[in-house]
């Protein structure tokens, strides 16, 4: 009862029923709200298109999505099993990509456009083009099923295929056997009825013998036997052939849990992954021991090989021990790769090496082989075309480290060679992204040109981002650069269309300026040729001012935010002003201050972000930096002293700018910016109030770890307990607006985080209204989530430091 109390007092519209922020509220029940009509104009305005250039580089895909779903579409039933909910009518997750409203192909070299006909019925996502560009799939999303659809990149013409209904509940990716042929994973025709329960058979019951299983909070997961019962029946799926051309559907094999589906070398071969019982009730799907076989083009099993095990008994931050992450190569070797921990998985083992890379090449019948052995944790490894060299990224978790080594994967390998190390945080020596080309069998690979690789990078640095495009020569390393954006525009190399780097598409815009995609070529590529000419969905955006400023901290370390001004704003105004920011950890006080974003970067805002106040009238401190530095092991044991310091210098500077006023700032952040904004009105009194969305706020309720703690609750309880807002209920007194999905599934997150801290605040005389928003997750994805989520902000920002206009 005083649960059900306390959520009918938080949804309360401001003023309802309230004579004064002290009295006891009455019971209403709240409708959504709108925003301001500024805010709804620019929330309501046209999405700009996305882009897909298609494997031959011939044609563009353009594409606009839905911005925001309906409440009702996150209302459909949904099974909460295994860490994932799913939407058991269509065999899929419950929430998918946005649909398409349009989609429209584009001669890369001229011609007429083809728009692509989306009969109504379903949803149209996730596209997909065919190794050799002539086609492109579609999934449609209905009430009953999700469909796979078929066009042609020469005419637009859309067909679906008949007969089939995919199952993309574990995978949605598919595997191609040649232009006209790929493996897809089908709901099984004779799956039969989802079994029902009228009552439980028994009762629950987990044991743990004196072995330590830690694991971070997780939600939705597998609660007994009808649970399991339920999760393997809208799992498992049929490995289908489909023949493009004729529309044949084969299937191969039996009907299993079918987790992964990579396509293998160049004869067909797929490598699958099968989930197997027994489940866990403590880990996620993600986390269940699978059965791992390479099958041939017809679908029968060459080999199978050892299975990954089940998530159990494993350390915090550490990794099962066997084998993990295999992969195959993309290229005609088709060897087989696989990771292995030397450190018994437990990252606090001191090892010389914590992983190692081991290979099984054709014909399989062999033993495996050790190729390579990683001084850090192996996080990604991406194959070069060819498949005989691959790139691999290792991290050190006590340094916070990443380094990124070129292998050779020949018969006799040698050693492998470094290409760049750094912090993690450090974005000033990132080397940029490879870019990446489709094989002849879908698999993306690192593009090699010439015996190069392309990187593409954001050229973060002290003056903004600067994106560039380098060239690397495998050889020896040796670095090229092409082309790095400058003066007043924000230039993003997309995509290389020749060997040579003479012609390169760039995404380009402006403060001003919409992004467009043009071509530029000739010597140090300085001819342009704009390819779109997209207009301005939101232009009243543009009378919004915007500039970075740096400063430091009272112990030198260096802070920025980006200053917004609102449309409007005349020089020497004071204006209500709001502080967003997320907390990051950081082992030198050198990187911590690094700039991010770009000043050349046309505005637009999303759904809920923060910057919507500006058009209220109200000044933004945006992406505040709020660094938290010192030892990864022990850098929380001075949080709050730390950003207690980072505020304070950002409301010096906004104050010596003469933008802000010390009486009317407000701060806000959402996650673990919600856990900072309530540390900072629990142990400060440096602002007004505060604007938490969807956070944690109570630490023992995620005792085995969160963010970059990596202590349990047991090894550091006076931090869990000090950096827990709620304990200090009693003493936060400034005025704070709650906001969470009702349906967070994100870990540590739980919805009971913030029900828990309206109720202590409410009980010990505190200033909170909570507002649980129906059927959302971590982030707000309707559209009438996002507009009450504004309206909240808005109305709180009014009540709290007033309207939107000049203090002085």
């Not at 019925?121 to 579609?138: A, I, K, V």
């Amino acid at each position: 009862m005083s649960l059900a109390l306390a959520l009918a007092f938080g949804t309360l519209m401001p003023g309802q029923a309230r004579a004064d922020d002290s009295a006891p509220a009455a019971s209403a029940v709240s409708r959504y709200q709108q925003p301001s009509p500024a805010l709804r104009a620019v929330l309501d305005a046209p999405a700009l298109p996305t882009h897909s250039l298609s494997p031959d580089q011939k044609t563009l895909a353009v594409q606009r999505s839905q911005r925001y779903r309906q409440v009702a579409d996150l209302a459909r039933p949904a099974l909460k099993l295994a860490g994932m909910r799913i939407d058991p009518a269509a065999h899929a997750p419950l929430l998918s990509t946005p649909s398409l409203e349009s989609l429209v192909l584009r001669p890369l070299d001229g011609g007429a456009e083809r728009p692509v006909a989306l009969p109504p019925g379903g949803g149209f996502h996730h596209l997909r083009w065919s190794p050799d560009g002539r086609h492109f799939l579609l999934n449609r999303r209905t009430p009953a099923g999700v469909e796979l659809w078929l066009g042609q990149a020469a005419n637009g013409a859309l067909k679906k295929l008949q007969g089939l209904q995919l199952n993309t509940v574990l995978e949605q990716d598919v595997a191609w056997q040649g232009p006209e042929t790929l493996l897809v994973l089908a709901v099984p025709p004779r799956l039969g009825p989802a079994p029902r329960f009228e009552a439980p058979d028994g009762p629950t019951v987990q044991e743990s013998l004196g072995r330590q299983s830690p694991e971070r909070t997780l939600q939705d997961l597998l609660k007994n036997a009808q649970d399991e019962a339920l999760f393997a029946h809208y799992a498992r799926s049929q490995l289908t052939r489909v023949n493009l051309r004729t529309g044949q559907l084969q299937p191969l094999g039996e009907p299993g849990l079918f987790a992964s589906l990579q396509a293998v070398g160049t004869q067909g071969q797929v490598l699958t992954e099968r989930l197997r019982q027994p489940f866990s009730y403590q880990v996620t799907w993600q986390d269940f021991g699978r059965e791992v076989e390479l099958r041939d083009a017809e679908g029968r099993v060459l080999r199978t090989l050892a299975p990954i095990a089940l998530k159990k008994d494993v350390p915090v931050d550490g990794v099962i021990t066997g084998p993990r992450h295999y992969t195959g190569s993309p290229g005609a070797d088709a060897a087989l790769y696989w990771i292995e921990a030397l450190d018994g998985g437990d990252p606090r083992r001191k090892a010389e090496h914590r992983d190692r890379l081991m290979r099984l090449a054709a014909p399989y019948t062999g033993e495996p082989q050790e190729l390579h052995r990683s001084v850090g944790r192996v996080s990604m490894m991406e194959f070069l075309e060819g498949g005989r060299q691959a790139v691999q990224a290792d991290v050190d978790r006590d340094r916070q480290w990443m380094r990124l080594s070129l292998l050779d994967l020949g018969p006799t390998p040698a050693p492998a060679r470094l290409l760049s190390e750094r912090s993690l945080r450090d974005r000033y020596k990132d080397i940029g992204q490879p870019l990446r080309r489709m094989q002849a069998n879908g698999r993306q690979a690192l593009r090699v040109d010439e015996g190069a690789l392309w990187l593409v990078g954001a050229g973060a640095s002290p003056e903004g981002e600067r994106p560039f495009l380098d060239r690397m020569q495998l050889a020896d390393g040796q670095v090229q650069r092409l082309y790095r954006a400058g003066g007043s525009h924000y230039e993003r190399p997309v995509t290389v269309l020749d060997a040579r780097g003479e012609r390169v598409l760039f995404s380009r815009e402006s403060a001003s300026e919409v992004p467009q995609l043009v071509l530029r070529s000739g010597p140090a590529l300085a001819q342009m040729q704009a390819l779109t000419r997209y207009t301005d969905p939101a232009p009243q955006l543009r009378d919004i001012q915007r500039e970075l400023v740096k400063f430091k901290r009272a112990d030198g370390v260096e802070l920025s935010f980006w200053l917004y001004k609102p449309p409007g704003y005349q020089v020497g105004e004071r204006r209500p002003t709001f502080v967003w920011a997320y907390p990051l950890e950081f082992t030198d006080a050198s990187v911590a201050g690094q700039v991010s974003g770009s000043g050349n970067r046309f505005t637009s805002f999303g759904a809920s972000s923060p910057l919507m106040l500006l058009l209220d009238g109200y000044v933004v401190l945006m992406d505040a930096t709020m660094p938290v530095v010192g030892d990864p092991k022990t850098v929380n044991d001075s949080f709050i002293a730390q950003i207690t310091s980072n505020a304070q210098a950002i409301i010096d500077k906004a104050v010596e700018l003469g933008v802000s006023s010390r009486d009317h700032m407000v701060v806000g952040g959402h996650s673990y910016g919600a856990f900072m904004t309530a540390n900072l009105l629990a142990h400060t009194d440096l602002f007004k109030a505060g604007i938490a969305r969807s956070g944690a706020y109570n630490r023992s309720l995620t005792p085995f770890g969160f963010q970059s703690e990596q202590r349990t609750y047991w090894e550091a309880q006076d931090v869990y307990q000090r950096l827990s807002p709620f304990n200090y209920a009693d003493k936060l007194k400034e005025p704070l607006l709650l906001v969470h999905g009702d349906s967070d599934d994100n870990p540590g997150t739980f919805p009971l985080q913030s029900q828990r801290l309206y109720q202590a605040l409410a009980g010990t005389g505190g200033h909170v209204r909570f507002v649980s928003l129906p059927y959302e997750g971590h982030g707000y994805t309707a559209r009438e989530s996002i507009g009450h989520t504004l309206w909240e902000m808005s109305e709180w920002m009014k009540r709290q430091v007033g309207e939107g206009k000049p203090l002085n």
